[in-house]
Nanobody
């Protein structure tokens, strides 16, 4: 079983930056596709970014393209999300997810493992 633990959330002003981390344990996840999703109160879960197993391919949601960067360190089984130029509408709980296949996906229903989430709040 894979356990995922996110960290790095917090409060930041508009235009600021944060770097989220997601540490995996239980088994090596280098070959797993992984992703970041977010959910704001009263809204549906939203795709943020995904990266294929071993990091060959990445995709982004339209609202974060050009501002966020997903990356992974397979030696440390850790996923990252660098978030720049943050805006108030980026405020949400951010979740890390993993699926036991190499292929990246922006569909949250295709992920097998989830972290507990980390809160990101962007003040105006």
């Amino acid at each position: 079983q894979v356990q995922l633990v996110e960290s790095g959330g917090g409060l930041v002003q508009t235009g600021g930056s944060l770097r989220l981390s997601c540490a995996a344990s239980g088994r090596a996840v280098g070959g797993y596709a992984m992703g970041w999703f977010r959910q704001a109160p009263g809204k549906e879960r939203e795709f943020v970014a995904t990266i294929s197993g071993y990091g060959g391919t990445s995709y982004y949601g339209d609202s974060v393209k050009g501002r966020f960067t997903i990356s992974r360190d397979n030696n440390k089984d850790t996923l990252f999300l660098q978030m720049n130029s943050l805006k108030p509408y980026d405020t949400a709980v951010y979740y890390c997810a993993a699926r036991s296949t190499l292929v990246a996906s922006g569909n949250w229903a295709r992920y097998d493992h989830w972290g507990q989430g980390t809160q990101v709040t962007v003040s105006s």
